[in-house]
């Protein structure tokens, strides 16, 4: 409901919800939660504690959005980086266990998905606090985990897969793209 309200806002040009940032606010919580009990992979039979980093990632990510609309560009850039350092080290994990489990690659295609947007959004940050050459670099990793994204549809025919690279990772690449040429003069 959070992602609603905030792609709601984007589109519409009207301001956030003040119930995204309560609900992400309730996610964050949940996820740490199941993080806190620490439950076995074996016993439920899915990496449910990668899981959870990565959704707790993906709910830093939210909040910075929320805050980046709300005009708090300080706080969006301190969630923004909490969202990469989950998602960074959750991807790792992922990279290596969709060698051992190919149903993982899914969550290595989020991954890389939620990394990519981070590094987007965070761009869109540096670029209003006029630090273009964190910016720069910024779009660039974005870009990165972009092509890591698209590069998961190529080893598999799996639909939910294909509609994470068509859906979200290939046109946010070219929208990153985009961002990145401007500030580079297409370089």
Sequence with gaps: RATDAIDNAIQS???VDPLA??????????YQKVLDLDPA???YGNPVVEVARMALGNAYHQQGIIAYLQGDNPAALQSFEQALAFLEDVRGSFEVSVKEDESHRRYLTQVYEYIGETYQWQGLAFEVASDYPAAIQSYQQSLASYQLCTVQAESTPDQIIQDIVGGYCQPRAAETQSLYDTLTGGQ
């Design 13 to 15: 040009g009207q301001p």
């Design 41 to 43: 992979t074996a016993d």
């Design 21 to 30: 940032g309560q609900l992400t606010e309730q996610a964050i919580q949940a």
